[in-house]
C-alpha cells in the first residue's frame, strides 16, 4: 500500500511544482526590478542634491565677490552700506538652506578624508600671512586631484591620500581647493586695485 503511494506520488504531473517556481520566479523579479528602478531615483536624488550644494556654494562665492569687487569700491559710501546691507540678506538667506548629503565611508576612507582635510585647513591658516607661497601650495595639491597633466608640480604625498578617498570626497576636494584658488586669486586682484587707488589717491594729494 505504501509502495503505490510513493509510486502515485512518483508519477504526478509536475506541472504544479514549475508553475509554483516559475510564479516565484516572476515575483523575484518584478521586486528586482523595482529595486533597479528606485536605486536610479536614488541616484538621481543624490545628483540633484549635489546640484543644489554647488549651486549653494556658487551663490555664496559670487555674493562675496560682488561684496570685494572694484565696483564696491568705487562707490559712494552710503550707496555701498545699501548695497553691502542687500548683499549680507542675500548670504543669509543662502546660508539657511542646509543641504546634507551623506557618503558611506570605511575606516580609510574616513582616515583619509582627515588627512586631506587638516592639510587643506593647515594651508587656509597661513594665508594671510603668505598668500604666494599658499597658492603655490594650493596649486600642487589641486595638481593632485586631476587627470590630466598639470602645469605645476604635484604634492605626490597629498596625491596618495586623495586617491583613499571614496569617490564622492575625492571630488569634494577637488572643488574645495578650486573655490579656495578662485578665492585666492580675487583677494589678490582687490589687493592690486586698492594698492593701485593708494598710488593714485597720493599723486593726486601730491599734485595739489
Same mark, same amino acid.
Do not use: W, Y
Given at each position: 500500500?505504501?509502495?503505490?503511494?510513493?509510486?502515485?506520488?512518483? %508519477?504526478?504531473?509536475?506541472c %504544479?511544482k514549475?508553475?509554483?517556481?516559475?510564479?516565484?520566479a516572476?515575483?523575484?523579479?518584478?521586486?528586482?526590478?523595482?529595486?533597479?528602478?528606485?536605486?536610479?531615483?536614488?541616484?538621481?536624488?543624490?545628483?540633484?542634491? =549635489?546640484?543644489?550644494?554647488?549651486e549653494?556654494?556658487?551663490?555664496?562665492?559670487?555674493?562675496?565677490?560682488?561684496?570685494?569687487?572694484?565696483?564696491?569700491?568705487?562707490?559712494?559710501?552710503?550707496?555701498?552700506?545699501?548695497? &553691502?546691507?542687500?548683499? &549680507?540678506?542675500?548670504?543669509?538667506?543662502?546660508?539657511?538652506?542646509?543641504?546634507?548629503?551623506?557618503?558611506?565611508?570605511? =575606516?580609510?576612507?574616513?582616515?583619509?578624508? &582627515?588627512?586631506?582635510? =587638516?592639510?587643506?585647513?593647515?594651508?587656509?591658516?597661513k594665508?594671510?600671512?603668505?598668500?604666494?607661497?599658499?597658492?603655490?601650495?594650493?596649486?600642487?595639491?589641486?595638481?593632485?586631484?586631476?587627470?590630466?597633466?598639470?602645469?605645476?608640480?604635484?604634492?605626490?604625498?597629498?596625491?596618495?591620500?586623495?586617491?583613499?578617498?571614496?569617490?564622492?570626497?575625492?571630488?569634494?576636494?577637488?572643488?574645495r581647493?578650486e573655490?579656495?584658488?578662485?578665492?585666492?586669486?580675487?583677494?589678490?586682484? &582687490?589687493?592690486?586695485?586698492?594698492d593701485? @587707488?593708494?598710488?593714485?589717491? =597720493? @599723486?593726486?594729494?601730491?599734485?595739489q
Amino acid at each position: 500500500m505504501a509502495q503505490a503511494k510513493i509510486h502515485a506520488k512518483m %508519477n504526478e504531473p509536475l506541472c %504544479n511544482k514549475f508553475s509554483r517556481t516559475l510564479s516565484m520566479a516572476d515575483r523575484s523579479g518584478r521586486l528586482l526590478e523595482s529595486l533597479d528602478q528606485l536605486e536610479m531615483r536614488v541616484e538621481s536624488l543624490r545628483e540633484a542634491a =549635489s546640484a543644489m550644494e554647488q549651486e549653494r556654494e556658487c551663490i555664496l562665492e559670487m555674493l562675496q565677490s560682488v561684496q570685494g569687487s572694484q565696483e564696491m569700491h568705487n562707490i559712494c559710501a552710503g550707496e555701498k552700506e545699501e548695497l &553691502n546691507l542687500t548683499a &549680507n540678506r542675500l548670504l543669509g538667506r543662502t546660508l539657511s538652506v542646509e543641504i546634507s548629503i551623506g557618503t558611506i565611508r570605511n =575606516s580609510l576612507q574616513e582616515d583619509a578624508l &582627515n588627512k586631506a582635510t =587638516s592639510i587643506i585647513d593647515e594651508i587656509v591658516k597661513k594665508l594671510l600671512d603668505d598668500m604666494d607661497d599658499s597658492r603655490q601650495q594650493l596649486l600642487a595639491l589641486h595638481a593632485a586631484c586631476v587627470t590630466e597633466a598639470p602645469p605645476v608640480p604635484i604634492d605626490q604625498k597629498f596625491q596618495a591620500i586623495v586617491i583613499s578617498c571614496s569617490l564622492e570626497d575625492q571630488k569634494k576636494i577637488k572643488r574645495r581647493l578650486e573655490t579656495l584658488l578662485r578665492n585666492v586669486a580675487n583677494a589678490e586682484r &582687490n589687493i592690486k586695485i586698492m594698492d593701485h @587707488q593708494k598710488l593714485e589717491d =597720493s @599723486q593726486a594729494n601730491g599734485g595739489q
